[in-house]
């Protein structure tokens, strides 16, 4: 950061001349900082004092320097002449600095071109001692714009200017119309806005930087001197910030360029044969959505809903195994064969359960019968029927005991039909296609109802299990999009389908979980990858790939291409991911950065140890 020492003469003094014009007139001393035409020429007198004039117009900024003025005796005025439409220095045509003495009488003076772009060095003679009036009449577009200055008091002698009172000095800021002009530059007065329907003071929020995390802006005090304030701000809405402290209502604030005024402006020059040997590459920036991440650790696991643990259901010996580890099976097929005596029993006593419910049913239509013969008595019928009845009950009992060992209706209809050795055989099958990832059964081995023979799991889908932190499960919710990656396997992407909605005691973390298609087979249980998952997609008025920010002395920059060379821009960055940056100040909509192999330019503005940066003096 360079300082300028500046010194006022009473204070500063704000005018309010014309309409929408602001003046700020300061009188300094000269401190030697390279403003080599400011002071003391056609009179060699002055011993340094010298005035500043700041002139804030709807169409022009006007910045002025000059000696104390001797009455007679030609004096250089020093004059910036800043575009406020277009932010940039008036680089042709003539202006008219018109005097006035205190008898209203005038005379013009016609600067017809500028020394150099924006800057305009007449040297004045005023006829008698005083105070007089000074306007500039600058032509342009067919219309002369009038900018009224502050009175200048004109001293009779060089010893009445050595006499004059002293001056006071400030601190302040020294960033030159030069380097101004190399950037989008531009300041705005601090007025009432209205936010959220109320009426504050308030500033774009362009205006704002932050330096440590502190909302910071710089207040314009003279044309080439700015002070910095840090601001609390309170509400905003539609791109302005209201102002709690920090800033006056009607002063000036910097509100493009800002992070420029303590960076300073650092160019590197290529040729074109350099830029080509460097593989250097332009672009325009642009704005667009930023998808902002969030990174999450997680493991692939089987898909739950479609994982079987499959039991006997009836204890006994392996007669035979059909499948084995890492087989497909589909629904419905046997993966093993038990031999049971329980289920044999369970078989026999259905068996006879329906020999004897078809008894108890013939029994049943004879009395019924004979009661209609009136051969039978009312009492034979209903014990007859009551038998039929206990006799359905007990083959019902019996055939929900093989409906409980997985037989199904088909099962049932063939068992009576089934061979004896038959009786004991239970078979094993897979409840669903998949494929047998576990397997605890091996033949002639004696096994228990509830021992888990096989693990079947369809692998067609599978799980991703994440872990979210409690201080981003916030951020997280049901249908977000996710990136999965690891370095096993090729990235893919999901969609949140399930959030934990409490924490985990101990962990502190609520498990999130994303169901991912998996009929290619490349996705293995038990794989740890990461999560990047999708919180926030933001509208960014600009946005750079990471790759083009540098580091540079203590900043984030980057290398824009001007008429000066390659400018290593400070930026302020916002949100980002993987591969994308939010600009928040610094760069706009359509300027042109280096966005490959800008490293080559750092090392050059590395290596130039001073060269490559612009000055921070006048050469006028």
């Known amino acids: 950061m360079k300082h300028k020492k500046l010194i006022i003469i009473a204070g500063v003094l704000l005018l309010i001349i014309g309409a929408g014009a602001k003046i700020i007139s300061k009188s300094n001393s000269n401190d030697g900082q390279g403003h080599d035409?400011?002071?003391g020429h056609g009179h060699g007198s002055g011993h340094g004092k010298s005035s500043q004039v700041t002139v804030w117009g709807d169409r022009f900024e006007i910045f002025m320097e000059h000696p104390f003025v001797v009455a007679n005796e030609p004096t250089k005025f020093v004059t910036h002449?800043?575009?406020?439409?277009?932010?940039?220095?008036?680089?042709?045509?003539?202006?008219?600095?018109?005097?006035?003495?205190?008898?209203g009488k005038s005379s013009k003076h016609v600067d017809k071109a500028p020394a150099r772009d924006g800057i305009y060095i007449p040297?004045?003679?005023?006829?008698?001692?005083?105070?007089?009036?000074?306007?500039?009449?600058?032509?342009?577009?067919?219309?002369?714009?009038?900018v009224k200055l502050p009175t200048i008091t004109v001293y009779k002698s060089q010893a009445e200017v050595d006499h004059a009172a002293s001056p006071e000095e400030i601190d302040g800021i020294s960033f030159l119309k030069e380097q101004q002009w190399k950037l989008p530059f531009a300041t705005e007065v601090v007025q009432k806005h209205e936010i959220l329907s109320q009426s504050v003071m308030a500033v774009p929020e362009s205006a704002i930087i932050y330096e440590d995390g502190k909302p910071t802006a710089f207040v314009h005090l003279a044309g080439e001197t700015f002070e910095e304030r840090h601001l609390k701000l309170g509400k905003r809405d539609d791109g302005f910030a209201e102002v709690l402290s920090g800033l006056t209502e009607g002063e000036y604030v910097t509100t493009k360029?800002?992070?420029?005024?303590?960076a300073g402006v650092s160019v590197v020059q290529l040729c074109e044969e350099d830029i080509k040997k460097y593989g250097i590459e332009v672009t325009s920036t642009v704005g667009g959505q930023l998808q902002v991440h969030i990174t999450v650790?997680?493991?692939?696991t089987v898909n739950g809903d479609r994982l079987a643990h499959i039991v006997p259901r009836v204890?006994?010996?392996?007669?035979?195994?059909?499948?084995?580890?890492?087989?497909?099976?589909?629904?419905?097929?046997?993966?093993?064969?038990?031999?049971?005596?329980?289920?044999?029993?369970?078989?026999?006593?259905?068996l006879a359960s329906l020999g004897r419910l078809d008894l108890a049913k013939l029994t049943l239509d004879r009395e019924e019968n004979l009661r209609k013969e009136q051969i039978s008595s009312e009492q034979d019928y209903l014990n007859a029927r009551n038998a039929f009845a206990e006799a359905k009950i007990n083959m019902l009992s019996a055939e929900q005991k093989l409906r409980a060992l997985g037989f199904k209706q088909a099962n049932l209809e063939k068992l009576p039909d089934e061979p004896k050795e038959m009786l004991t055989s239970f078979e094993i099958t897979a409840p669903f296609g998949?494929?047998?990832?576990?397997?605890?059964?091996?033949?002639?081995?004696?096994?228990?109802?509830?021992?888990d023979a096989f693990v079947v799991a369809d692998l067609d889908t599978v799980w991703v299990d994440l872990q979210v932190h409690q201080k981003d499960i916030a951020f997280v919710k049901k249908g977000q999009d996710v990136i999965i990656s690891s370095q096993h396997m090729p990235a893919t992407t999901g969609v949140i389908s399930y959030v934990e909605p409490v924490l985990n005691e101990k962990t502190r973390t609520a498990l999130t979980r994303i169901v991912l298609d998996n009929r290619s087979g490349q996705l293995r249980p038990g794989t740890f990858v990461t999560a990047e998952v999708l919180v926030e997609n933001l509208e960014s008025t600009v946005v750079v790939d990471k790759d083009t920010i540098q580091y540079i002395d203590d900043l984030n920059r980057v290398f824009v291409m001007n008429a000066h060379g390659f400018e290593a821009r400070p930026v302020t960055i916002g949100r980002t991911n993987k591969n994308k940056v939010e600009i928040i100040s610094g760069l706009s909509v359509g300027e042109k950065i280096v966005t490959k192999n800008s490293f080559r330019l750092k090392a050059e503005l590395e290596k130039s140890a001073g060269g490559g940066h612009a000055g921070h003096g006048h050469a006028h």
């Open 123 to 146: 040297a004045l003679t005023f006829s008698q001692p005083g105070t007089w009036n000074v306007s500039l009449n600058i032509p342009i577009e067919g219309k002369e714009f009038i």
């Open 297 to 300: 650790p997680g493991e692939i």
């Open 257 to 262: 360029g800002a992070y420029a005024i303590t």
């Open 434 to 451: 998949g494929k047998i990832i576990k397997k605890h059964i091996t033949l002639g081995e004696l096994v228990k109802d509830d021992a």
């Open 37 to 39: 035409d400011h002071s």
């Open 81 to 103: 002449v800043t575009n406020r439409t277009t932010l940039q220095p008036r680089r042709k045509g003539s202006v008219t600095f018109v005097l006035t003495d205190s008898d």
């Open 315 to 350: 204890g006994g010996i392996v007669q035979s195994v059909k499948k084995t580890l890492g087989d497909t099976v589909k629904q419905g097929e046997v993966m093993a064969v038990i031999e049971s005596r329980e289920l044999a029993d369970i078989k026999t006593s259905y």
